[in-house]
């Protein structure tokens, strides 16, 4: 059985995995990990969602990010399950436009995820810049493969994966779902502050 890494380290200083990614028209874009002062920012992320994309993320009705999950957000590396923000500043302050969270199996070297746009920023090459960045961060855990589910009627995210080159295939808890993956061996080719920091720390 392969070890799980030591993420202690990662857990006291957190602010040292943020990237700052370049978006199209040169606006910024700020991916990093989410910590506890988030909690109402995140909420009201969530409630300010369309009823679809907010479905089509919690995978079911739900008017809000449920409790029970804000609480495994907000703890970072604990059972190997890590959560981001992306924020973008506007009007002065800095405003989350998207979030992923994601799960890494160290027995099956797979790391799974789903993350959310906000509607009004879609379209602007945020997912992208998300989705890359986090290849690079599932890779910096040692994964081999990114994978995630989502609805086959959700043609945002599938059109997001397709572009990015995930193939496809059916989820196995689900018909109305479909899996899409992508090996990561071509993840280090991608800059993010997590790749530096599990090399210095180890972990590769």
Known sequence: ???QPDYSAL???????TDIVRLKGRRLLTVRFVEQKDAGALMSYFRAL??????NRLMGAASELP???LDKTLHVGEGSRFAVIAEMKTDGAHAIVGEARYSYNAETRNTEFGLSI???WQGQGIGSAMLSNLECRAAALGSFRLFGETFRN??????????????FGAAPSDWRQVRFEK???RATDIPCESWKQAAIAGWL
Do not use: C, F, H, V
């Open 50 to 55: 369309s009823r679809q994309s907010r479905y």
């Open 1 to 3: 059985m392969l070890a």
């Open 67 to 69: 409790s029970s999950e």
């Open 183 to 185: 090996p990561l061996y």
């Open 154 to 167: 959700n043609e945002q995210m599938i059109g997001l994966a397709r572009k990015a080159g995930y193939s």
């Open 11 to 17: 857990l006291t200083n957190i602010g040292r995995y």
């Open 118 to 120: 906000g509607d009004e």
